[in-house]
């Protein structure tokens, strides 16, 4: 930026000036003052010239104008776990992406970094901004020519909404209705929404199709359900095209080191398993706590289908693709086979090479026994399917990326 200020060494006294412009008992002074005007505007409007010239200052109006051949994607949570893995799919398939973060739990570092591997103007911008703030999501899509919305940001750990649930309706359900009512406003026709397995709770019948029963019976759960509801009803009578995607429990990191998981250090407790596993590896806590060993499984421990994040992004992208006004898409995402929490600790210490000592303990509240996926109807509708299915291989690179990056992104970024 440029300085047009200039350093004193004595202070100036101060001076009175008569608004009614009668009173000047120094004309030298008037004209000095008066000349210091006229320069200061002239300089001001050769600044304004000058920042529009620049391909800077031009970058950013390429966000607010469609463009033949380019579909320019809002990817809300864009800063975190998963919501910075499909930016970077998107960015490498020639996708446009802003990202609106509030940065509560997503990380400016992984921002940074794919603003580094995209660093060509026009490709990437971030917005810092709290969904719940339905005046600057509506500034934002006022500003913004968006062609799809993928929604990712939410809280997302079931042991926390338990304790804090009208923080999960608040921030899942609410947030969610001023996106859908903000993408109605603006004429944005296609919505990916992030959804989960949650929303089933724990069914009689293993695998869960997407004609399972949603009986949620943690308040995450219920909270995407809730809106789920909101966007199925609204899509009734509207032309949007709607993609739903319930996925399963998220393991993996980008194959090629880039970007990883980093949780805030004070929300470890609440975590997915695959992060106490390598905190406990990296002796970062003492050892790994396995909460439930009674459930009625092969061994006690739960069962989950576990999706590697790689896959799990290349769901959404062709969830984008395959997307139709006027239709609603409803599909699992997972690779259809359960793994116990046993089996994943023994699949952890391999990728880790670390003896990593256990501790059992009671149930935690809100958790089910058994959930694994059918992903039959992906398949056949999506041509997707999961590659990334060996779970030690999973763990492996995860673990590259957290040894590589042993204070997470190396920046803590407030909440908002």
């Known amino acids: 930026m440029l300085n047009f200020g200039r350093a004193r060494s004595q202070p100036r006294p101060n001076r009175s000036l008569s608004l009614g412009g009668m009173d000047y008992p120094d004309l ?22 000058m920042l529009k010239q620049s391909p800077s200052f031009n ?14 994607v809002l990817v809300t949570g864009g800063a975190g776990y998963i ?42 911008q971030f917005i810092y901004a709290d969904l719940g703030n339905a005046k600057a999501v509506n500034k934002i899509f006022s500003e913004n020519a968006f062609d799809a919305v993928m929604h990712f940001a939410a809280v997302a750990y079931v ?19 001023v996106v859908l009512e903000a993408m ?44 789920e509801d909101i966007i199925l009803d609204f899509s009734k009578n509207s032309d949007m095209a709607v993609m739903i995607l319930r996925y399963f429990n998220v393991i993996g990191s980008d194959p090629d080191g880039r970007l990883g998981e980093a949780p805030r250090p004070e929300l470890r407790e609440h975590g997915r398993i695959s992060g106490a596993c390598f905190d406990a590896a990296r002796g970062i806590i003492t050892g790994l706590k396995v909460k439930g060993t009674d459930y009625k499984t092969a061994d006690g421990t739960c069962v989950r289908d576990y999706i590697d994040v790689t896959d799990l992004v290349d769901a959404h992208v062709k969830a984008l693709e395959k997307a139709q006004p006027k239709k609603v898409g409803i599909y699992n995402v997972g690779t259809g086979r359960g793994r116990s929490v046993k089996e994943f600790v ?14 059992y303990l009671p149930r935690r509240p809100g958790d089910y026994a058994e959930v694994y996926s059918d ?41 908002a």
């Not at 030298?28 to 600044?47: D, M, W």
């Not at 944005?188 to 019948?205: F, N, Q, R």
Request: glycine content about 8%; charged content about 20%.
């Open 184 to 227: 109605a406003a603006h004429g944005v026709k296609t919505l990916i929404y992030s959804s989960t397995c949650a929303t089933y709770g724990e069914p009689d019948k293993m695998p869960i199709t997407e004609e399972t029963p949603q009986v949620p019976i943690n308040p995450y759960g219920k909270a995407k359900k809730m809106a």
């Open 59 to 72: 970058t950013s109006s390429v966000f607010s104008l469609h463009e033949a051949g380019v579909t320019h």
């Open 346 to 359: 023994e699949a952890c210490k391999k990728a880790t090479g670390v003896d990593i000592k256990v501790d």
């Open 83 to 124: 919501g910075s893995h499909a930016t970077m799919r998107l960015l490498r398939d020639q996708y446009r992406v802003t990202i609106v973060d509030n940065l509560s739990r997503g990380n400016i570092g992984a921002v940074k970094v794919l603003q580094e591997m995209f660093p060509e103007p026009g490709r990437l």
């Open 28 to 49: 030298k002074r008037k004209n000095g003052y008066v000349g210091k005007i006229i320069l200061a505007a002239s300089l001001t409007v050769l600044c304004i010239i």
């Open 159 to 177: 042991g926390e909404s338990t304790l804090e649930p009208l923080r999960y309706y608040h921030n899942i359900t609410s947030n969610t209705l």
């Open 375 to 415: 992903p039959t109807k992906i398949g056949l509708e999506l041509n997707w399917t999961a590659k990334y299915t060996d779970l030690q291989e999973s763990l492996r690179m995860a673990w590259r990326w957290q040894k590589a990056h042993r204070n997470g992104y190396g920046t803590v970024a407030a909440s």
